[in-house]
Structures are given as C-alpha cells and as structure tokens.
C-alpha cells in the first residue's frame, strides 16, 4: 500500500478528530516498541498516521505530533521513555469504545485486514 492508496482510502473513509487521536496513539504506540501489529500493517497505520498528522484530534493535538516527528528523526531510549509516557497517557484519553470502533472500522473498511493493533 502506498501514501496515494492512503490517500484515496480517506478521502472514502474520513476520519473524525476522535480517530486522528486514534491514529495518533497507535503511532505513538508503534515508536514506542509496544505495537504487536505485523510490519506491513504498522507501515500501513504510519502512512495512514502520514495523511492526518496536520489535523486536529479531539485530544492530542500539535505537541504531539511534534514530538513524534522529533522521535521520527531521532529515536533513542530517552525519547521512547517520553513516547511511552504519553502513550499511555494517550490511551487513557480515549475511550476504549471509541479506540475499539477505530480499529474495527479500519478492518471492516478495507484498511487492515483482521490486524491486531
């Protein structure tokens, strides 16, 4: 799958500010090594992360997605500690109905298949 396949996919699929949050933990959460999806899905939800890191979430917003692009350029195990602090602080955020309904839309909808983020 490529950005333009990403790209196509959301604009038949737009994501509300709920599921940028959504799209913005699971990034955070492939960084911080915690992620048991496959690589190919993980490559998928970062493309996917690539698409809507300029929108606005409900809850996480432009500090987090800076510090992902600085995690991005330069991931050593002081910066994965922070990403692990505000993952978790992340998902505490989102409701687990609302993380669940994310995950199930994006499998339903064609995006991963049966992938277990």
């Known amino acids: 799958m490529t950005a333009g396949d990403i790209a ?3 604009e038949n699929n737009p994501l509300s500010a709920s599921h940028v949050d959504c799209a913005t933990t699971v990034m955070l959460k492939i960084l911080d090594g915690k992620c048991k999806m496959k690589a ?3 490559v998928i939800m970062t493309l996917l992360y690539d698409q809507v ?4 979430g409900e809850q996480l917003g432009d500090e987090m997605h800076q510090l992902i692009a600085s995690a991005r350029d330069h991931l050593d195990d002081e910066i ?3 990403i692990y602090e505000k993952r978790v602080l992340a998902e505490t955020m989102i409701s687990r109905p609302v993380m669940k309904g994310f995950k199930a839309m994006i499998r339903q909808r064609g995006l991963i298949e049966d992938g277990k983020i």
């Open 80 to 82: 994965k500690n922070v």
């Open 40 to 42: 190919e899905e993980k």
């Open 53 to 56: 890191k300029t929108r606005r």
């Open 8 to 10: 196509r996919w959301l």
